[in-house]
């Protein structure tokens, strides 16, 4: 009895708090994404970087059993080599294509033939490649000396110094009203943002091309800024549609969704159109073992959805404060054992963590549909012992973590 009542109150409460919290979002202010940076990034509210790398399929059934592992090991490597200031996500977008080319054709048997299997549904996997910096103001001053010495970037803030200076001669020339005091604010303020987006630059452009020589047997290809703007619009508005944004800058009329928020699942509307979205987490894994055939087999299933791996490095700090932390509340001796060599392998560089978060997002057209969708999506996970749940308390923060500044999240 007191049991049912406490669980009663704990439902309410929850339901009392949520009410406070807004069910409607319009994307135009909650997206942090600023506009084009240059041909390349493109740069948010708080002043960082985004670059995109989308890469091809490569098959894997002419391979042999070594040159299987001689990959594995060089994708391995090239997550231990991301810098703990760059947020990596690992994006495959599943979409439906439609195909129906109506052929002309006088024979009727050949014509019931083509029709019959071009008017089938096919559903193609783009694979993506997210990069993103993460660095904050304190952190920048030691990433500037750092990249000085690796790096062109000390060339370009040298350069960049003196297109300042020579501005700020003509600007002299052409009017006298400004004390001298003012002119060192206003150097002083340039060279800040010049030095902290340059350093972010040549941080992600580093980051980049290292992935891109690593992978090269996948064809990775970088993508533009405006590619890279389409690409967060698809995921706002829930459907793709070609922006040419002339101003470089973000604007109504590029986002104009509004999303509403369910229980467990959320309504994206644009332009008098609804998609239906349910966000599924993996929350447990429940085998000692992690294969990646229940993932092959999710992005061979007719279903369009968003499979989004998050990887963030952690610094030796935050991994062995991460391992402490986990060691004072085990009380197993084994645990404690393999957690103190753990600690030893990072105290000496030789070991290397990362935080990972594995989502998805399913689109559908009807609630119905989405309701099919998710049915086969957790059945399959939760068989392949991947623990998994539909979002609810948890849907809001699954879907604004994937914009920009919302990591956290």
Do not use: W
């Given at each position: 009895?007191?049991?049912?009542?406490?669980?009663?109150?704990?439902?309410?409460?929850?339901?009392?708090?949520?009410?406070?919290?807004?069910?409607?979002?319009?994307?135009?202010?909650?997206?942090?994404?600023?506009?084009?940076?240059?041909?390349?990034?493109?740069?948010?509210?708080?002043?960082?970087?985004?670059?995109?790398?989308?890469?091809?399929?490569?098959?894997?059934?002419?391979?042999?059993?070594?040159?299987?592992?001689?990959?594995?090991?060089?994708?391995?490597?090239?997550?231990?080599?991301?810098?703990?200031?760059?947020?990596?996500?690992?994006?495959?977008?599943?979409?439906?294509?439609?195909?129906?080319?109506?052929?002309?054709?006088?024979?009727?048997?050949?014509?019931?033939?083509?029709?019959?299997?071009?008017?089938?549904?096919?559903?193609?996997?783009?694979?993506?490649?997210?990069?993103?910096?993460?660095?904050?103001?304190?952190?920048?001053?030691?990433?500037?000396?750092?990249?000085?010495?690796?790096?062109?970037?000390?060339?370009?803030?040298?350069?960049?110094?003196?297109?300042?200076?020579?501005?700020?001669?003509?600007?002299?020339?052409?009017?006298?009203?400004?004390?001298?005091?003012?002119k060192d604010k206003k150097n002083k303020f340039k060279k800040k943002i010049t030095f902290s987006a340059t350093s972010k630059r040549a941080l992600l452009i580093q980051t980049i091309e290292r992935v891109k020589n690593a992978?090269?047997?996948?064809?990775?290809?970088?993508?533009?800024?405006?590619?890279?703007?389409?690409?967060?619009?698809?995921?706002?508005?829930?459907?793709?549609?070609?922006?040419?944004?002339?101003?470089?800058?973000?604007?109504?009329?590029?986002?104009?969704?509004?999303?509403?928020?369910?229980?467990?699942?959320?309504?994206?509307?644009?332009?008098?159109?609804?998609?239906?979205?349910?966000?599924?987490?993996?929350?447990?894994?429940?085998?000692?073992?992690?294969?990646?055939?229940?993932?092959?087999?999710?992005?061979?299933?007719?279903?369009?959805?968003?499979?989004?791996?998050?990887?963030?490095?952690?610094?030796?700090?935050?991994?062995?404060?991460?391992?402490?932390?986990?060691?004072?509340?085990?009380?197993?001796?084994?645990?404690?054992?393999?957690?103190?060599?753990?600690?030893?392998?990072?105290?000496?560089?030789?070991?290397?963590?990362?935080?990972?978060?594995?989502?998805?997002?399913?689109?559908?057209?009807?609630?119905?549909?989405?309701?099919?969708?998710?049915?086969?999506?957790?059945?399959?996970?939760?068989?392949?012992?991947?623990?998994?749940?539909?979002?609810?308390?948890?849907?809001?923060?699954?879907?604004?973590?994937?914009?920009?500044?919302?990591?956290?999240?």
């Amino acid at each position: 009895m007191l049991e049912s009542a406490l669980k009663y109150c704990k439902e309410k409460v929850i339901d009392l708090l949520a009410g406070f919290v807004p069910k409607t979002y319009s994307m135009a202010q909650e997206c942090n994404i600023l506009g084009l940076y240059d041909d390349t990034f493109i740069i948010t509210k708080q002043e960082n970087l985004v670059g995109i790398i989308s890469l091809q399929g490569l098959s894997y059934s002419n391979l042999m059993q070594k040159d299987l592992e001689g990959y594995f090991d060089t994708r391995q490597n090239v997550l231990n080599t991301i810098s703990k200031d760059i947020q990596l996500r690992i994006v495959a977008k599943r979409r439906k294509e439609f195909i129906n080319q109506s052929p002309n054709i006088d024979n009727i048997y050949a014509k019931a033939i083509i029709t019959q299997f071009e008017s089938k549904e096919i559903y193609k996997t783009e694979y993506f490649l997210v990069f993103e910096t993460i660095t904050s103001n304190v952190k920048s001053f030691f990433e500037k000396k750092k990249l000085e010495m690796t790096t062109s970037i000390n060339e370009e803030l040298e350069e960049s110094s003196k297109e300042d200076k020579q501005e700020n001669e003509n600007s002299s020339n052409e009017t006298h009203s400004n004390t001298s005091c003012e002119k060192d604010k206003k150097n002083k303020f340039k060279k800040k943002i010049t030095f902290s987006a340059t350093s972010k630059r040549a941080l992600l452009i580093q980051t980049i091309e290292r992935v891109k020589n690593a992978l090269k047997e996948f064809k990775p290809t970088l993508l533009n800024s405006k590619e890279v703007l389409n690409f967060y619009a698809e995921y706002i508005n829930g459907k793709y549609i070609a922006f040419n944004p002339k101003l470089k800058r973000l604007s109504d009329s590029y986002i104009a969704s509004n999303v509403h928020f369910k229980k467990d699942y959320f309504v994206i509307e644009f332009q008098n159109q609804n998609t239906f979205c349910a966000c599924v987490g993996i929350k447990a894994y429940e085998s000692e073992e992690i294969s990646s055939l229940p993932i092959s087999t999710l992005l061979h299933t007719q279903i369009e959805l968003d499979l989004i791996f998050h990887i963030r490095s952690l610094g030796q700090f935050e991994s062995l404060n991460f391992l402490k932390t986990k060691k004072k509340l085990t009380l197993s001796k084994i645990v404690k054992a393999d957690i103190d060599n753990y600690i030893e392998l990072v105290q000496a560089n030789r070991l290397s963590m990362q935080e990972c978060a594995l989502n998805l997002v399913i689109k559908a057209k009807s609630k119905a549909k989405l309701d099919k969708s998710l049915k086969e999506i957790l059945s399959l996970l939760n068989n392949a012992g991947l623990g998994s749940v539909t979002e609810t308390i948890g849907l809001k923060p699954s879907y604004f973590s994937f914009l920009r500044e919302c990591n956290y999240l």
